[in-house]
């Protein structure tokens, strides 16, 4: 199935890309597409534990399963002031 990843911030800049389209196995997780992401990305591994997801503009947490046409938000912790 096929979902869509959103890059922001930090994750955008590392990515190179502010949108992607990943194919993931039916029923799979939000842990699962970061693994997919992280092979096909790798920059943004060092980002990732400390990143929020939300499906679809909903948060969600990485055991959430994903559905056909989802959108996963991937969202850094901002800093600055």
Do not use: C, H
């Amino acid at each position: 199935m096929r979902i869509t990843i959103r890059f922001f911030a930090l994750l955008r800049d590392k990515a190179g890309v502010a949108e992607w389209a990943l194919d993931v196995p039916s029923g799979a997780t939000v842990s699962k597409a970061i693994e997919l992401l992280t092979a096909k990305f790798p920059a943004i591994a060092p980002a990732l534990p400390r990143t929020a997801f939300a499906i679809n503009m909903s948060k969600v947490n990485s055991d959430t399963v994903l559905n056909e046409g989802d959108e996963l938000a991937l969202l850094p912790p901002v800093s600055g002031g």
